[in-house]
């Protein structure tokens, strides 16, 4: 069985041996290969030898063509300052004034930004692995996106004080998430990954939730579908107990819950939905391999018979996580619920 | 204060009351951001167009401005990261909370905060982060405090990364949940308790 087959049998609930596993590994990957982060952040070749440098020490089951948060906001023009070894930071918001808008053209994805090296990363990570390791493009959730190109401060005081414009925004914003997940899936990604870190009920209620941002995952996942994804997988990080029953019906295939939520929690409030969790990631720092592999059986168990879980982190692994541990998880994943040894 | 009511009073029995009435509410996860700016935006506001205003005009507006703030709290996001939200909403409401603040802005070395505290002779500082590698500068606070004599200075850590962290892991005396988290610190450590 390959682990494609493995993370989408999972993913409709078929019987498999053993448990995916996928932990959440972005920048990471440059960390494990000794390249400079801000190299691995622009040059999608080097991005993608990492990934699947990566993916052969661990044996775990997906790549991610994903950068940072700030990739959408980049390609629109907002200016991004690159430490050598840290995630970059945005120094000039491209909505700054937050006039105007909508009277921009959307960014496109094969010239602007970093989009383009994204691109060459998933090619050259499914020209390499085909259809044997899931290939996951990650884009921005419309929200977030926002947040990054006006400031999340702005963009709250927004909602509230001129819905209206706030709902233009992300309607705008949403399309950018929409078309560059278009083009990360024609580019040979199998999945689409949306990450919408600003949506958790640590940032919004859930009522915000449900009114604004439902509808536009549902418009950005019903548009990946059409253009070939063969799951779209949500991703919010923090506090989500009170969204999780939404998920499905924005069509989400499968959904990463933080460690904020417990497991049993999450499996009870989205029954129908794939779950992806959640260890702790200052655990893979902190923790012994020990401890991890426990942390993750007692996850595994937790579990139970449920075939729609899918072991990872609860958010990406930090930069200085330790590989044995990242291999403690597999180990443990592999085992299932009662097989293989620490 | 038409009423008769003293500007203490407004900040005791109606800014930092009301900001208590929310305390709960945040402590069942029931406050997110979007709120917690609202709360803070609004008491700024009762404080920029209502007390201030007042206070300037008082004779004594010096003296009366002393005599109402509490302890000093230095603040800052720790060295390393540059995400201030957070931390900007802390230092609006220990504001209109009646506690002088100095904040240090962002990617703030272990030293400035102990340079600050030391000149400022404040008693809490209050360090945010957003990320998880910014941890081993948070733990060298303490370290950097002892060596220059102020061991006794409690250290408040907060931002949505260090929850993953014990207090003793990161080496401060409270990992704040959220703002009210700190204030109940800060009402403890005024009581001596």
């Keep these: 069985m390959t682990a494609l087959e493995r993370f989408l049998d999972s993913l409709k609930g078929r019987l498999i041996s053993g448990t995916p596993c996928v ?125 990054q190109v006006m400031g999340l401060d702005k963009l709250i005081y927004l909602l509230v004080d001129e819905p209206d414009k706030f709902a233009r925004a992300i309607d705008y914003t949403a399309h950018i998430s929409l078309s560059y997940g278009q083009a990360l899936l024609n580019a040979g990604a199998h999945v689409l990954m949306l990450l919408e870190p600003t949506a958790s009920q640590n940032i919004i209620p859930q009522n915000v939730f449900v009114q604004y941002i439902t509808p536009r995952i549902r418009y950005i996942f019903s548009g990946c579908k059409s253009a070939g994804a063969l799951a779209c997988w949500l991703v919010i990080t923090g506090q989500t107990k009170g969204l999780l029953p939404y998920y499905k019906g924005c069509g989400a295939d499968l959904a990463t819950i933080d460690y904020e939520v417990p497991l049993k929690n999450a499996l009870n409030a989205a029954p129908d939905l794939s779950l992806a969790g959640n260890i702790k990631p200052y655990n893979f720092v902190e923790h012994s391999q020990e401890e991890l592999y426990d942390q993750a059986k007692k996850l595994i168990s937790e579990a139970g018979h449920n075939r729609r879980f899918l072991l990872s982190s609860g958010c990406e692994l930090p930069l200085n996580a330790k590989p044995e541990n990242v291999e403690a998880m597999v180990r443990a994943a592999r085992g299932g619920l009662n097989g293989a040894n620490r | 204060m038409a009423s008769g009511f003293e500007v203490h009073q407004l900040i005791e029995d109606g800014l930092t009351k009301a900001l208590e009435s929310l305390d709960f509410k945040c402590n069942n996860d029931q406050l997110s951001l979007l709120e917690i700016l609202l709360a803070g935006r609004a008491m700024m506001e009762v404080m920029d167009r209502v007390i201030t205003p007042y206070l300037e005009k008082n004779k004594d507006f010096q003296a009366a401005k002393e005599s109402l703030l509490k302890e000093t709290i230095i603040l800052g996001t720790i060295q390393g990261d540059i995400h201030d939200l957070g931390k900007n909403i802390v230092a609006i409401l220990l504001k209109v909370s009646g506690y002088r603040v100095v904040d240090l802005g962002k990617d703030v070395a272990p030293s400035v905060f102990v340079e600050a505290a030391l000149r400022e002779n404040a008693k809490i500082i209050g360090v945010s982060s957003l990320i998880t590698s910014t941890i081993p500068h948070i733990r060298q606070l303490k370290t950097e405090l002892s060596a220059a004599g102020l061991q006794d200075l409690r250290v408040v850590a907060g931002g949505a990364a260090l929850r993953q962290v014990s207090p003793k892991d990161l080496n401060v005396d409270l990992v704040a949940d959220n703002v009210f988290d700190l204030l109940n610190f800060l009402r403890c450590f005024e009581r001596g308790s």
């Design chain 1, 23 to 147: 932990p959440l590994i972005f920048g990471y990957a440059a960390a494990l290969c000794k390249v400079k982060l801000s190299d691995y952040l622009q040059k999608g070749e080097l991005l993608a030898y990492c990934q699947l440098e990566a993916q052969k020490q661990f044996g775990t089951d997906a790549v991610f063509a994903y950068a940072d948060n700030s990739v959408e906001s980049e390609a629109l023009g907002s200016r991004i300052c690159f430490p050598e070894n840290d995630y970059p930071y945005i120094t000039d918001y491209a909505w700054g004034d937050h006039e105007n808008w909508t009277s921009r053209p959307l960014p496109d994805a094969q010239k602007d930004g970093r989009m383009p090296q994204l691109l060459e990363a998933v090619k050259i990570m499914r020209s390499t692995v085909g259809d044997t390791t899931t290939v996951v493009g990650g884009v921005l959730g419309p929200m977030s996106i926002a947040g």
